[in-house]
Each structure stands twice: as C-alpha cells, then as structure tokens.
C-alpha cells in the first residue's frame, strides 16, 4: 500500500487551490474527493494544514463527539469517517504530533468517559486511532495509559462494545517489541485485569458482557498459546495466560457462573473459557488419552506437554468442588419458553446451557480423573445423558456431545480389576446405566416405529449407529469384551447376534455407493450413446490412459517444437542418452549436405513462380516478415544458436547482418561454432555445415536413418517441426507458399530421403494452406518461410 500511494500521480490541484485560500475550513477540505490519498502520499501542504493545532483538535473531536442528530443519515458520519482514515494513515508526522500532544491524548481518552452503551462506529473510530498509536508508539501512549487510574475500569465498563474489546485483545497480544510487550503484560497483570474479566461473568452483569467477555478470554488464550508455541526468539512466561490458567481463576470463574440466581449467558461464557483453557476446540495442540497421557505431534516438546497436562489437571479439580452444579443444570436449566420446531411444539427446549454443559463432560471424561470419575457415578449423570438422548431424538447437536461422552467412559476401562476405581465409569454404564440394552431397545423401537409412519425413523439413528459400532470396536479390541462376556454374558450374545446379523446389514448398505460406483470411476461407455461419436472426449480419454514412454515421445516430433520450449536457451531432456550415438561419417555429412541444398532451392524456386498469388499491401503482416531486395537475392535470419536455415552459416546473428543493397552482394562468411580460426566454406569442404569432425562421439545413428520415410513424405516439412523466417520478396515474385503438414519429417529423415522434386505450390495444397493468397488480388502479403529443425 505504501508504494502504491507513494507513487500515485493523482493531481492534487483542487487540495492545493482550497490551501490558498483564506480562512479554508478543515471540513471544505475533507469534501476534496482526493483527501485521504493526498494524505497517504504525504503531500506537504495537506500535511502542514492538518497538523496545525486547532485543525488536529477538530480532528479529534469528530472523533469522540456524538454527530447531531439531525443531519442526513447519509451524511452524519461522513466526516467522523475521513478524520479517522487520516488519522490512521500511517503518516509519522501525525503519528507524533497524536502521541507526543496531552492534550489531544486526554480528549481522545474522554470517549472513554462517556456513559453507555458507545456509539459502535465512533467506538470502532476510538478504537482503530488506539490501536494504531499503540502499535507505532507504544511508549509514549503506555506511559499516558498507565497515569490514567480509570483506564482499565473504564475498559471493563465497555467490554459490552465489542469495538472496546478489541482494543483491549490488541493491548494484550499486538504489541510488537518483546520487551514493550512484556512490560504492559505485568503492568496489566498487576491491575488484576484476568481477575476483573472474569468476575464480569456475574448473573449482575449484562449480557452483552458476558458473550465479549467470553470471547476475549478464549481468543486470549488462543493467541498466547501460539506466541509462545511459535515464536522464533526466547519468550519469557506471559504472566496474564499464568494467571487465567491457575486455579484460583478458575475457581473465580466457577464461584461467579454459579450465583444464586441462574444466568444462561453467564454459564454458557464460563464454559467456553473452561474448553478453551482445557483445549477441547482446538485440535493443533493434543489432547488426553485414557492413561492420562498425550497423544502429541512429534512437535511438540516435552515441557509444552507437561504444562498443559498440569493446566487440564488444575482445571479438571477446580470443575470437580462445582460438578454437582453443573449435573443439576442438566435437570433444572435456566427457563426457556416454548419455541415451535418443524415436527411440532417444543415445550421445553433442550437450551443452550444443557448442551454445553454435555460438551464440558465430554472433555473432562478424557482425562479419566479417578475422582471425578467416581463423582460422575455417584451423582448418575450418565443415566441423565442417556435420557436427554431418547427424549430430544431431533437434536443432533446433543446426540454427537453425548456420543462423546459414552465412547471416551468406555474408552477408560482397562485390564486392572485391581482397582474398583479405574473401571467405574465403563461398569457404571454397562451395569447400572444398562447402556447397550437401551441401545439395542431403541433401534427395535424405531423399526416399529417405521413400519407405522410410513419410514419415518428417529433422528438419533446415524447417532445410533455409530455408538454401537463404535461399542462392538471396543469389545474386539480392549478388555471391555472380556469383562461383557465374564459379567454380562446374556448382553454380550445379544450384541453378537445383533453384530452379525442387523448390523451386518445396515452397515453394508451404509457403506454402498450411492449409484454404485463412485462418480466418473468407470471407463465403458453408456449404451444409449454408444452410437453417437464424441471425437473431443474420446481425445481426451485417450489422453487420461496414455502414459508417454520415451518410446511415444521419440515417435512424435512435436514435443521438439518450439511452442514446447520456455525460450531459446531451453535444452531438451533426453531420457535415453545412453543409446545415443553421435558418430557421423564423412558420407552422412555430405550427403545430408546435398539434400538440405536441394530443398532449400526448391523452395525459393517456389517463391519465384507464384506472382499472381501475393497481395501487394505491405501493411498485411504476420508473426515474422519475409523480406527480398531481389528475386535472385534472399536474406535468411535465424532466431536461435539451435537452427541453422539454409544459405546462412550457424552462429550469424540477423540483427548484426546488413541487407544487401545490390543483387550480387557477397555472401557472409561462415563462423565456426567451436571458436577455431575462421575458414571458408570450401576449405573445410562442409558448405554451410559447422564442422563437427574434430568432435568424438560415440554413439550411432543408423538405427534412426533407417526409418527415414520415403522423398514423397517429405514434400513439405512439419510446421511444428519448422522455423519461420524473415524474407521479403517483391511484388513481382511473390508467391504463397504452403507446405504440408508431416510431424515425422525431421532433418534425418530428410538427409536419407532419395532426391525429388518437391513441390508445395498445388492447388490442393494451397487451399488447405493458411497463407494461400487471392490470386485475383495484387496486394502484397508478408509470409514465413520456414526452416527444418535440426
């Protein structure tokens, strides 16, 4: 963004006109349309005005005082808006003068002191102007913050904006400089902030605190956790996280959701900050197995595990002085009226406050407290899940928490009968709480209830069937089989049967494919369609199943053309080196010789006898330009050090090669391409050939001229394969010239091919060609010639 308004080229005259004039107004100037991005780019007469002292002041004001309400709503926060744009612009000058001013510090601090609710978007204003001097200038404003024995009352006053709560998770997390950083930590701390938040979650205090109130603390320990998981450079322990994970907060926090009289939004927040600290939602950091270890990533160190493992320890044993409270929650909610639903009237709604306190369950039974697993079975708390279960069977939000619940008891049964205490929760459900029998009664249930509504089932079933499935798992494959079948034999032949037979069935058609087969899965061909043809998607087919052998790529020539190539110093891979032979002998060279002069004059013959079919329009161009001074006289340039056309020696460059003014200008001398002493053609004897003889190779390519095509199949050369030129020829001789398509030509299959007349100019040819000219037309068309690849 800097960049773009550093350079941005916007004229500022009408700014600069209002400049001049005098007693401008700070708010003539904010109707400029180029305002803000004047501003941004710094414009020094903009700046100079707005830093004056009463047009700063005025700033501020917009700001923090309320718009009359009776202007256009369209217009009331139009200027509020632009002064807090400018005054985030991230212009040092302003940044300096807000920071460095009190008096302009303590009347954007009077927003503070209003009463509530604030205005939301004047809060956002307030809040972006903090945020951003605390980020720039986190020295100065913390020093002012901290002189101000209101500040962080004020904060909590109004948390219920949620504008105010970012600032506040800015101030806790965003300062950018370790040092800074740590020091507004413990400044923070020691105002008892974490101690203030949570005390909020108080049945007295509003409701809209409570949700920001929530919502702070857990993106709190959110961010901080990830501080110091990730940064690079040694972080000290951040001492606000410390304080919220001890269990004295969490004891605070209990001790206020649990007031006398119940508030739904109180509970619901404090369960939220209880899964947060013991990290239910978030899955990057592990999470309790039944020997009450982690299943960590290899990532993860072993102080980082020990703490969290102290952290859902303390909080496990706080929750558990307060786990009757939360068992009669799920008896007596707070009152919910009645609320209409798609299958009928919900007298008592299941609430928000009985599904959360299901989820906290669910994650305190992972860590298989042996305490907290007896309290559980006392109190008979599973006996009420299961009930929850059956009696809201559309509530799938509930079935998952209580499915959870159920998987992670049987989970914690082990082969230790030693101890009664370590299976308790596993016996509690299979004895007392009869959990597979209801399980079993349930689907019977439903199978009538089917029959008599027409297929209607419960809305628990795919609940259903996941929890026995997951049951017969265990039993397969822990003690808990063992113990079923020594202390519940009746049960255990009954869920056999079932398994083998119900199950079996449902769970084959659960795993069948809709359609049977997965979609576009098979290869054979609809046989209403079979006679329709379909050339693009047989194509493609073709191309799904082939797999491209060096063998295939060496039989197509067009992987070597150029529109395959990323530029001239592309070097193509060759996937069989080791059968390559480069050793040539005196008779191939000359004979490939012979035969490249042959083609070479036979296309510019070409050339000369097609007059009547070039247009004389010079402005008619194509990708490269023909060019001829003469009819006896063409000038061939080459694109790359990799093609060499025919008359021209290699390593010629065609920008560096004068055009020859007179018909009989002299041809230009050859390079030699190992850097040896230049020599003429005839003394090396090779023509216009780089000499390659002093070079050894040795491998052979015999092989490859015996599959050289006969002289008729190279009558034209490939396009692909083909270099056009740049050539132009006069009017007089145009003439189009329109060579066949053969992608199997290849400068070897040329130099084995006997000598014939090649011809490219029948009328056949030329139709289908795609510079085949008018022969009605005089004008004068630019056309390439092309050139055989090496």
């Known amino acids: 963004i800097t960049m773009f308004w550093k350079y941005n080229n916007n004229s500022s005259s009408e700014i600069d006109a209002l400049l001049c004039k005098e007693d401008v107004t700070l708010l003539e100037v904010m109707d400029a349309e180029d305002i803000i991005n004047q501003c941004k780019v710094q414009s020094k007469g903009l700046i100079d005005f707005l830093l004056k002292p009463e047009m700063m002041e005025e700033l501020v004001s917009l700001i923090t005082r309320e718009p009359s309400p009776e202007l256009d709503e369209r217009i009331r926060f139009k200027y509020p808006n632009i002064a807090c744009e400018l005054l985030t612009s991230d212009v040092p000058a302003i940044n300096e003068r807000l920071a460095s001013d009190e008096v302009l510090l303590d009347k954007l601090y009077s927003f503070l002191?209003?009463?509530?609710?604030?205005?939301?978007?004047?809060?956002?204003?307030?809040?972006?102007?903090?945020?951003?001097?605390i980020a720039k200038k986190t020295e100065q404003v913390l020093d002012f913050l901290k002189a101000k024995d209101t500040f962080i009352s004020l904060l909590l006053k109004h948390l219920g904006t949620s504008a105010i709560m970012d600032l506040m998770l800015k101030l806790m997390t965003?300062?950018?400089?370790?040092e800074m950083r740590q020091n507004i930590l413990n400044w923070l701390d020691s105002q008892r902030i974490m101690q203030s938040l949570v005390s909020l979650l108080n049945t007295k205090v509003d409701k809209e605190r409570h949700y920001n109130v929530a919502q702070l603390l857990c993106d709190f320990v959110r961010v901080a956790r990830d501080t110091q998981k990730n940064c690079s450079e040694r972080v000290d322990p951040d001492p606000l996280l410390n304080t919220l994970e001890s269990s004295e907060t969490v004891s605070l926090l209990l001790d206020n959701i649990f007031e006398e009289e119940r508030s739904e939004s109180a509970i619901v927040g404090g369960i939220q900050v209880l899964l947060a600290l013991l990290d239910i939602n978030q899955m990057s950091i592990p999470k309790l197995n039944s020997q009450i270890t982690y299943n960590s990533n290899i990532n993860d160190e072993a102080i980082d595990i020990e703490h969290k493992e102290r952290v859902v320890k303390s909080?496990?044993?706080?929750?558990?002085?307060?786990?009757?409270?939360?068992?009669?929650?799920?008896l007596n909610p707070p009152k919910r009226m009645s609320i209409k639903t798609t299958v009928g009237i919900l007298e008592v709604p299941l609430g928000n406050t009985r599904l959360q306190v299901t989820k906290l369950f669910a994650g305190v039974i992972s860590s298989n407290n042996l305490k907290l697993s007896q309290e559980i079975v006392t109190l008979g708390t599973f006996s009420v899940l299961l009930d929850l279960f059956f009696n809201y069977p559309w509530n799938n939000f509930l079935h998952t928490q209580v499915e959870n619940c159920l998987v992670s008891a049987l989970k914690t049964h082990t082969s230790d009968e030693s101890d009664e205490n370590s299976n308790a929760l596993s016996r509690h459900l299979l004895v007392n709480c009869n959990v597979i029998e209801r399980m079993l009664k349930a689907w019977k249930d439903n199978d009538e209830q089917q029959k008599e509504s027409n297929g209607l089932r419960q809305g628990y079933m795919g609940h259903l069937i996941s929890?026995?499935?997951?049951?017969?798992?265990?039993c397969s494959n822990t003690p808990l089989g063992k113990y079923l079948i020594d202390n519940l034999p009746e049960v255990a032949k009954s869920l056999d049967e079932f398994k083998e037979s119900t199950l079996k069935e449902t769970n084959a058609v659960q795993d069948s494919l809709l359609g049977g087969a997965y979609p576009n899965s098979s290869n054979e061909e609809n046989d209403d369609y079979s006679d329709i043809a379909f050339p693009?998607?047989?194509m493609y087919s073709s191309y799904q199943v082939q797999h491209l052998t060096s063998h295939c790529i060496d039989g197509y020539s067009g992987f070597n053309d150029d529109a395959f190539n990323d530029g001239d110093d592309t070097l193509q891979s060759i996937d069989h080196r080791t059968d390559m032979n480069f050793s040539l002998t005196d008779g191939d060279f000359a004979q490939q010789r012979e035969l490249f002069k042959q083609v070479c004059a036979q296309n510019i013959n070409t050339l000369d006898d097609a007059d009547d079919q070039i247009f004389e329009d010079r402005d008619h161009t194509f990708e490269t330009v023909i060019e001829k001074e003469d009819i006896n006289e063409t000038v061939y340039s080459s694109d790359s050090d990799d093609d060499s056309p025919s008359g021209v020696p290699m390593e010629v460059d065609p920008w560096l090669s004068p055009k020859s003014s007179e018909s009989n200008a002299a041809p230009i001398a050859p390079v030699d391409p190992w850097g040896s002493s230049q020599q003429s053609n005839a003394d090396l004897n090779m023509g216009d050939w780089a000499d390659f003889s002093s070079v050894s190779f040795d491998t052979n390519f015999d092989s490859a001229f015996d599959k050289a095509p006969s002289g008729s199949d190279i009558s034209c050369m490939v396009e692909n394969d083909l270099?056009?030129?740049?050539?132009?020829?006069?009017?007089?001789?145009?003439?189009t010239i329109c060579p066949k398509e053969d992608s199997n030509d290849s400068i070897e299959n040329v130099a084995q091919t006997?000598?014939?007349d090649v011809d490219c100019t029948e009328k056949k040819d030329c139709e289908a060609g795609d510079l085949c000219g008018n022969k009605n037309s005089h004008q004068k068309v630019t056309q390439p010639v092309t050139e055989p690849s090496k």
């Open 113 to 133: 002191e209003c009463e509530p609710p604030l205005n939301p978007l004047l809060a956002s204003y307030f809040s972006r102007i903090m945020g951003a001097l």
């Open 174 to 178: 965003q300062v950018e400089t370790l």
């Open 315 to 330: 909080t496990t044993e706080a929750i558990l002085g307060h786990l009757k409270d939360f068992h009669d929650l799920l």
């Open 467 to 474: 929890i026995i499935n997951k049951i017969v798992d265990l």
């Open 536 to 538: 693009q998607d047989q």
């Open 723 to 735: 270099k056009v030129e740049s050539i132009e020829i006069e009017p007089k001789s145009e003439q």
């Open 754 to 756: 006997p000598n014939k």
